[in-house]
């Protein structure tokens, strides 16, 4: 009897592994940039059976990219997209966006059905990068962004405090402008 059921367990399992989506990552090249430089990503398959596909790609902080689970997420900075061609090459090439320095990792999601019946897995994946990868791809599935800005946040409220920053000058001139007019 338990053998039977060790075998039905096992059999489930298999049948609800996902053999497409499991073996698909995206390479980055340079892995170290600031905001500005050039940087291309490329598909990196090891036996995927989902080409061609089209992937909205996103950059995503390594150490948030696990709790990550919907391409809506206001953590995600879109990047483009990469066409998966017959030959599983595949390449964009983007500007990095003003964000603060530190580890960042790929977040792809699908565009269409899947086209092997199935067997795809998940229309979004996001996920880290740590010791769970192996060694030789690593360092090439990360994007390290130099530098931090002193006030972390700044990198995405760049227009609004600015903005902010600007109509406090201008009001210090207008109360002083009022300030010295009345002493007259």
């Known amino acids: 009897m338990l053998t039977r059921c060790l075998l039905a367990a096992w059999f489930v399992a298999l049948a609800g592994a996902s053999p497409g989506r499991s073996a698909d990552f ?3 090249h340079p892995n170290d940039a600031s905001p500005g430089d050039r940087v291309t990503v490329s598909y990196g398959p090891t036996g995927s059976v989902q080409n061609p596909r089209r992937f909205n790609l996103y ?10 689970t919907s391409p809506k997420d206001a953590r995600l900075t879109p990047l483009g997209v990469i066409q998966i061609g017959e030959k599983r090459d595949g390449a964009l090439s983007f500007i ?3 964000l603060r320095g530190g580890t960042y990792v790929i977040a792809s999601s699908a565009i269409g059905p899947c086209p ?3 067997i795809c897995g998940p229309a979004f994946y996001a996920a880290s990068v ?7 791809y690593r360092r090439r599935m990360t994007l390290r962004l130099r530098g931090d800005s002193v006030w972390p946040w700044a990198a995405r ?3 609004p405090l600015g903005v902010l ?4 000058i201008v009001a210090c ?3 002083a402008a009022r300030r010295t007019a009345s002493t007259r």
């Open 26 to 28: 995206f390479l980055l």
């Open 59 to 68: 950059l995503v902080r390594n150490e948030e990219a696990d709790t990550v």
């Open 96 to 98: 990095v966006p003003e």
């Open 116 to 118: 092997h019946r199935g």
């Open 130 to 136: 740590g010791e769970q990868i192996v060694p030789q």
């Open 157 to 159: 409220y760049t227009w």
């Open 165 to 168: 920053i600007a109509s406090a």
């Open 173 to 175: 001139f207008v109360v």
